[in-house]
Antibody, heavy 120, light 111 residues
Framework: QVQLLESGPGLVKPSQTLSLTCTVS??????????WSWIRQHPGKGLEWIGY???????QYNFSLRSRVTISVDTSKNQISLKLNSVTAADTAVYYC????????????WGQGTMVTVSS | QSVLTQPPSVSAAPGQKVTISCSGI????????VSWYQQLPGTAPKLLIY???KRPSGIPDRFSGSKSGTSATLAITGLQTGDEADYYC????????????FGGGTKLTVL
């Protein structure tokens, strides 16, 4: 069974960089065939796709966040990472990592999510 | 403001049927597969329907999906109290702003 587990600081100060890691078990990122996304959910709101990465390092980002987002992959650790810089209170959300077979396909496995609060 | 449009809430009695709509445009719903997710309180979304109308293993056939043009629909029959959750549609958007997009979510209340 594929499992994804997000980790990182739960509190980030405004203007700083939010950094999260998603550790994958039950599947090898380097085997290919799947895209790994970050998705966030603002408190009480809907879902927002942030971007995806393929094991090769190929990425695509949400147009509205692309200037602040970096997604990377570490196949040796079977992890993907998210960096979001210059954060504000508007970036307070639950952050999920999720898997798709192709970019335009459904997200079949999700992590449990990690809450990140931006506050001084 | 979500890219796809869903009703904020729907409700029905146990045993009844409910439908949830998801409206988009040609560059997203019109030209891509739609998926549906169930989010129980305090948990991560769970895939219910993929490729418009297919169910992953373990999802009961009480849940079904359909798509026509730029709209999609999730139907749930034989409602149970355990179906109370938020439901989201999702798809891909083509073009300059290519990427995953979702609806704003629909809160299902089983009366």
């Amino acid at each position: 069974q594929v499992q994804l587990l997000e980790s990182g600081p739960g509190l980030v100060k405004p203007s700083q960089t939010l950094s999260l890691t998603c550790t994958v078990s039950g599947a090898s990122i380097s085997s290919g065939g799947f895209y790994w996304s970050w998705i966030r959910q603002h408190p009480g709101k809907g879902l927002e796709w942030i971007g995806y990465i393929y094991y090769s390092g190929s990425v695509q980002y949400n147009f509205s966040l692309r200037s602040r987002v970096t997604i990377s992959v570490d196949t040796s650790k079977n992890q993907i990472s998210l960096k979001l810089n210059s954060v504000t209170a508007a970036d307070t959300a639950v952050y999920y990592c999720a898997r798709t077979a192709i970019p335009s396909d459904a997200f079949d496995f999700w992590g449990q999510g990690t809450m990140v609060t931006v506050s001084s | 403001q979500s890219v796809l449009t869903q009703p904020p809430s729907v409700s029905a009695a146990p045993g009844q049927k409910v439908t949830i709509s998801c409206s988009g445009i040609r560059s997203n719903v019109g030209n891509n597969y739609v998926s549906w997710y169930q989010q129980l309180p305090g948990t991560a979304p769970k895939l219910l329907i993929y490729k418009n109308n297919k169910r992953p293993s373990g999802i009961p056939d009480r849940f079904s999906g359909s798509k026509s043009g730029t709209s999609a629909t999730l139907a749930i029959t034989g409602l149970q109290t355990g179906d109370e959750a938020d439901y989201y549609c999702g798809t891909w958007n083509n073009g300059l702003s290519a990427g995953g997009v979702f609806g704003g979510g629909t809160k299902l209340t089983v009366l």
